[in-house]
């Protein structure tokens, strides 16, 4: 029997033990958030000035990479491609010589490489310095430990078909070697590996001080109404690393921001013409488990306080809405019964 099977028949098993409902306020769960991890209250609206000189504008945020700049510059270099292209690192406050190995490129190749420097301003503050004046018709992202596969220019812009997303595949690798394909079979809610019309990203930019900076590429983004293509092309090699905040982040105070964000993104749909519709409640619903597992190790009013405040959410944004595909969990949030939501949520 698997681990899943397990907790559900345990569930059934005790099921009278959960039909309690949680007494904490909305008052006293906001103020335990906020003395455990004050929300950054940033925005995800911006106006960045669109100056189109080339077809495609690679982004490269990069913060003490110097280990790895080199080989991420030289992969988009040597790429064999008819269309033009502008690499714009943002050096975000590095302080090892990330600086220096950018700036020699840049003197190397200057009709194809800017580089910004500012004082670190985290990722999200990094890739927002390069939006600020989007250059390239489509616009795509590449991570400093990351690089991009051989003829990825080339297989992303031939089969764009004037589509406002292009999702290409791609594969993970470690330091020690070898690396595992990942076919793209859907959007992702990454921004790396694909490419946006510089149009979808005029009034976007990432949200800064956060972490889960990714969330609103796929809970606002792909919910606009942006034309979309998924092609096999393996277009990006994603280093895994040990050290990333997916693998820190569940023992970490700031892992309550993947509610925050889940917040931030439902109070600016409108800005976005976003609709809360059945789409968007069943994705909000899928958020509302990755809140808890992305906090499941912090201590229990912090994840109780999530709670009351998501089936608030629930109330405010989705009243007349019902779940075909989380019901229960659906349930839980409604009636506002915390422990057996929190054994739901472990069931998924």
Not at 183 to 207: I, M, N, T
Request: net charge neutral; hydrophobic share 35%; proline share 4%.
């Amino acid at each position: 029997m698997t681990l899943k099977k397990t907790l559900k028949t345990i569930y059934h098993a005790t099921a009278p033990l959960h039909v309690s409902r949680s007494h904490m306020t909305m008052t006293v769960a906001k103020q335990i958030l906020t003395d455990f991890t004050p929300d950054p209250s940033t925005t995800c609206v911006a106006n960045n000035i669109l100056n189109l000189q080339y077809d495609l504008q690679i982004i490269i945020p990069a913060y003490n990479a110097e280990k790895y700049i080199n080989e991420c510059l030289e992969s988009v270099l040597i790429q064999s491609t008819h269309y033009s292209y502008l690499v714009t690192v943002v050096n975000d406050g590095s302080t090892d010589h990330t600086l220096d190995i950018t700036r020699s490129y840049q003197e190397k190749y200057p009709d194809r490489i800017e580089v910004i420097n500012q004082e670190n301003q985290g990722l999200s503050g990094a890739r927002n310095a390069a939006l600020r004046i989007l250059k390239g018709r489509y616009v795509t992202f590449l991570d400093a430990d990351d690089i991009m596969t051989e003829g990825a220019i080339e297989a992303l812009l031939d089969k764009a078909d004037d589509k406002d997303i292009i999702q290409g595949g791609w594969y993970t690798f470690t330091q020690s070697g070898g690396n595992t394909p990942q076919d793209a079979h859907r959007l992702s809610g990454y921004p790396w590996g694909k490419l946006f019309k510089a149009d979808v990203l005029e009034h976007f930019q990432f949200p800064e001080g956060y972490w889960f900076e990714d969330t609103p590429i796929s809970f606002i983004l792909y919910r606009v109404g942006y034309s979309s293509k998924v092609i096999p092309d393996v277009v990006y090699g994603y280093r895994l690393n040990p050290d990333g905040i997916t693998a820190k982040s569940s023992g970490s105070r700031r892992s309550v921001e993947s509610y925050y964000i889940t917040t931030l993104c439902l109070r600016e749909f409108p800005l976005f013409g976003v609709k809360y519709d059945q789409q968007a409640y069943e994705y909000f619903l899928r958020q509302c488990i990755m809140n808890w597992s992305r906090t499941k190790n912090q201590p229990k009013n912090v994840r109780e306080a999530i709670f009351v405040l998501e089936s608030t959410l629930l109330d405010k944004y989705f009243k007349d809405q019902h779940s075909e595909m989380n019901e229960e969990i659906e349930k839980a949030l409604r009636k506002k019964q915390f422990q057996k939501y929190e054994v739901l949520a472990r069931t998924k």
